[in-house]
T-cell receptor
Framework: GAVVSQHPSRVICKSGTSVKIECRSLDFQATTMFWYRQFPKQSLMLMATSNEGSKATYEQGVEKDKFLINHASLTLSTLTVTSAHPEDSSFYIC????????????FGPGTRLTVL | EDQVTQSPEALRLQEGESSSLNCSYTVSGLRGLFWYRQDPGKGPEFLFTLYSAGEEKEKERLKATLTKKESFLHITAPKPEDSATYLCAVGRDNFNKFYFGSGTKLNVKP
């Protein structure tokens, strides 16, 4: 149980284009999902907390107009990187909490974004 | 300032050579400490949650312990398949805030 999937696993795009990454909870409902980014040899940095049916809460320093998050259902959250630039190249990982009372985050397999 | 520090940054062991990884934290309002394993190019895989000082949890060759200031992940008689990066994270504020350490990259040689 508690399986989280991400799509796509890898994406390469040109500078200035937008990229959408999907995060799905496959066997449970996730009221809250989180989006992280991870640079090589570094740990996970929380970007935003996504709550179903409401606006995402962004961490300090994360541009909400650049990283658009939508959590339209209890099993799907999307992250759209708008007007991507090479410095946005990173490993993006989502996680989800089972239900509303659990505390453990279960992570997706990650999406490797490369902006040329 | 809330902080999670892991040491060592990298650890090389021979198969069967037991050791410990450290995670020290200065986080107010700690609700839980989590250990994850991350393989290259993959998302973290959940291992343990510890809630209070003195608590211990085991899974196969891994044992996690918690004090008021740090947590240890003990690896007994490791095997090459235990090679991975081990991350610890601290949850606070009803688990809406997670702070991750930078990880310990473990390499177990046969």
């Amino acid at each position: 149980g508690a399986v989280v999937s991400q799509h796509p696993s890898r994406v390469i795009c040109k500078s200035g284009t937008s990229v959408k990454i999907e995060c799905r909870s496959l066997d449970f409902q996730a009221t809250t999902m989180f989006w992280y980014r991870q640079f090589p040899k570094q740990s996970l940095m929380l970007m935003a907390t996504s709550n179903e049916g409401s606006k995402a809460t962004y961490e300090q320093g994360v541009e909400k107009d650049k990283f658009l998050i939508n959590h339209a259902s209890l099993t799907l959250s999307t992250l759209t990187v708008t007007s991507a630039h090479p410095e946005d190249s990173s490993f993006y990982i989502c996680s989800a909490i089972v239900g509303t009372s659990s505390d453990t985050q279960y992570f997706g397999p990650g999406t490797r974004l490369t902006v040329l | 300032e809330d902080q999670v520090t892991q040491s060592p940054e990298a650890l090389r062991l021979q198969e069967g050579e037991s050791s410990s990884l450290n995670c020290s934290y200065t986080v107010s309002g700690l609700r839980g400490l989590f250990w994850y394993r991350q393989d290259p190019g993959k998302g973290p895989e959940f291992l343990f949650t510890l809630y209070s000082a003195g608590e211990e949890k085991e899974k196969e060759r891994l044992k996690a312990t918690l004090t008021k200031k740090e947590s240890f992940l003990h690896i007994t008689a490791p095997k090459p398949e235990d090679s991975a990066t081990y991350l610890c994270a601290v949850g606070r504020d009803n688990f809406n805030k997670f702070y991750f350490g930078s990880g310990t990259k473990l390499n177990v040689k046969p």
